[in-house]
């Protein structure tokens, strides 16, 4: 199912992604930028690691994370001076990593149970 290929195009994804944003950063085209000039690369066993260290649930939801909805979130992102680097780095599920946004781990996990109040209260669950 999540062949080695499959992890291997995951880990292209997370580093092409910084490699990326370093170019757009630097003023040069992406391609200019190797990815060996990248202060740290994500490797396949780093995301497969990741995925038993996290018992292949969503680090923020729990849901359990399939080939179809596994995403690879930058606890801090990107975007507010979050390093690339594997304590930095964990997979979530694609709805999570579609609604985290910029927020951090901790930001995110505060909205995540201010939101569930809200669904519960408006539901009367």
Not at 24 to 52: H, Q, R, Y
Not at 102 to 107: K, L
Request: hydrophobic share 35%; net charge neutral.
């Amino acid at each position: 199912d999540m062949t080695p290929e499959w992890w291997r195009a995951r880990a292209y994804a997370v580093n092409s992604t910084y490699r990326a944003r370093v170019a757009k950063k630097a003023g040069v085209p992406t391609s200019s930028m190797p990815l060996e000039n990248l202060p740290w690369i994500c490797k396949p066993n780093d995301l497969i690691e990741l995925f038993i260290q996290q018992d292949q649930k969503c680090m923020y939801c729990g849901v359990e994370l399939t080939k179809e909805n596994l995403g690879v979130d930058h606890k801090t992102s990107l975007g507010n001076n979050g390093e690339h680097a594997l304590h930095n780095i964990g997979l979530c599920c694609k709805d999570c990593n579609t609604i985290k946004l910029a927020r951090n781990s901790e930001e995110f996990i505060e909205f995540l149970q201010d939101y569930a109040k809200r669904i519960i209260n408006r539901y009367n669950l």
